[in-house]
């Protein structure tokens, strides 16, 4: 079936710095990716769309210069959370719609950032 | 605009008790409706989807769900529980093919030995 890959898992950032994650299709042309966020015990909410070979789409209240979104290619979009603070630790998940017969939508495994 | 509304945030329930995670959807058009599953610091895995094909759709794990148009609902249901339910079900909703989803708050499943 179809899997996106994200990495890292897992991440620890000192306060200041950047911080980049990985979503891969594997198996799939993904054109759409949506970035999600979620808070501990919470449930999740849409960051930002990103579409391959054009700029992505924010949520209101989402920072764009803060959280820079690229997709660079049919395969593979990239979260960066620049000058990280604490208050960005959180559980980030991505995931890609698939349309045609097998409607449905593929998540990461999610990355845990935490930010010290 | 879209919104879940999932009603209980915590569900506790004996093994091998009935489970029942309640889901009620607001959309301006026929939607598409999921029901999630997420086990801790993992993504999400799809127990089942409503696509306006059959009302009552069967899912993994013996979970299944009914569509009431005239309600609103998405109910999901296991007629018995297994320790391996304890996880956290999101239900949530697409207007459109490939659209964004929205989701509900979420609800904690509990199962007691």
């Known amino acids: 079936g179809a899997v996106v890959s994200q990495h890292p898992s897992r991440v620890i950032c000192k306060s200041g710095t950047s911080v980049k994650i990985e979503c891969r299709s594997l198996d799939f042309q993904a054109t759409t990716m949506f970035w999600y966020r979620q808070f501990p015990k919470q449930s999740l909410m849409l960051m930002a769309t990103s579409n391959e070979g054009s700029k992505a789409t924010y949520e209101q209240g989402v920072e764009k210069d803060k959280f820079l979104i690229n997709h660079a290619s ?41 930010v010290v | 605009a879209q919104s879940v509304t999932q009603l209980g945030s915590h569900v506790s329930v004996s093994e091998g008790a009935l489970v029942l995670l309640r889901c009620n959807y607001s959309s301006s058009v026929p939607p598409y409706l999921f029901w999630y599953v997420q086990y801790p610091n993992q993504g999400l895995q799809l127990l089942l989807k409503y696509t306006s094909a059959a009302t009552l759709v069967k899912g993994i794990n013996g979970f299944e769900a009914e569509f009431k148009k005239s309600e609103t609902s998405f109910h999901l249901t296991k007629p018995s529980a297994h320790m391996s339910d304890a996880a956290e079900y999101f239900c949530a909703v697409s207007e459109t093919a490939g659209n964004k989803l929205t989701f509900g708050g979420g609800t904690r499943v509990l199962v007691k030995p």
């Open chain 1, 74 to 114: 049919l395969t593979l979009s990239t979260l960066t959370v620049t000058s990280a603070h604490p208050e960005d630790s959180s559980f980030y998940i991505c995931s890609a719609p698939r349309t045609g017969e097998g409607f449905g939508y593929t998540f990461g495994s999610g990355t845990r950032l935490t």
